[in-house]
């Protein structure tokens, strides 16, 4: 979504378009191709058709969500990631915490470290949260009220303190 068509110091009027590409070397059927397609291609067109000044984050996830609701009725499979937390780990001496966040204001989110699928009725995410020592998995989701609407994420403790800054 982020994305500027026309680089730093590049003449606009040279630019005259803008295009995206999904290579299938790697993708085996059309639904994996709609879940690769759907929904970065409304973020590419909105880079690419919007002046930068009128582009709004805000907005167009509520166009996108619009737009989910019509795929659900046309069963056109798209990834959910839009709603994924963005997992960030820090290193204390010998302490590992997660810091979590979202892309999309309103999500609530909850997480596990115990082997357990995490809930609305879990304890909701407020502040970094310190990786148990005996930890082996956390399982991260994301709701909007009562109803869940990310995926159920499960990432091994061993690849979260890979991701250290």
């Known amino acids: 979504y982020k994305f500027d068509p026309i680089p730093e110091g590049a003449d606009a009027n040279y630019i005259l378009g803008g295009q995206a590409n999904l290579w299938t070397e790697q993708v085996y059927n059309i ?7 759907w929904p970065r291609g409304f973020a590419v067109s ?22 989910f609701v019509r795929f659900d009725y ?5 990834s959910p990631a839009i709603y994924d937390p963005i997992v960030r780990v820090t ?3 010998e302490q590992y915490f997660v810091e ?9 989110i909850y997480t596990s ?3 357990s699928t995490p ?34 994420l499960s990432i091994p ?3 979260l303190k890979k991701r250290v800054r």
């Open 31 to 37: 639904r994996q191709a709609e879940y690769m397609t």
């Open 46 to 67: 909105e880079s690419l058709w919007s002046p930068k000044e009128r582009k709004d984050w805000d907005q167009f996830v509520l166009k996108t969500e619009n737009h």
């Open 113 to 115: 470290f115990d082997s």
């Open 119 to 152: 809930d609305n009725f879990y304890p909701r995410y407020a502040k970094p949260q310190l990786i148990p020592k005996d930890a082996v998995m956390m399982r991260i989701i994301t709701y909007r009220g009562d109803t869940p609407i990310g995926r159920l």
């Open 74 to 78: 046309a069963k056109t499979k798209y």
């Open 157 to 159: 403790v061993e690849d």
């Open 91 to 93: 290193r204390d001496s």
């Open 100 to 108: 979590l966040t979202t892309e999309i204001s309103g999500l609530d």
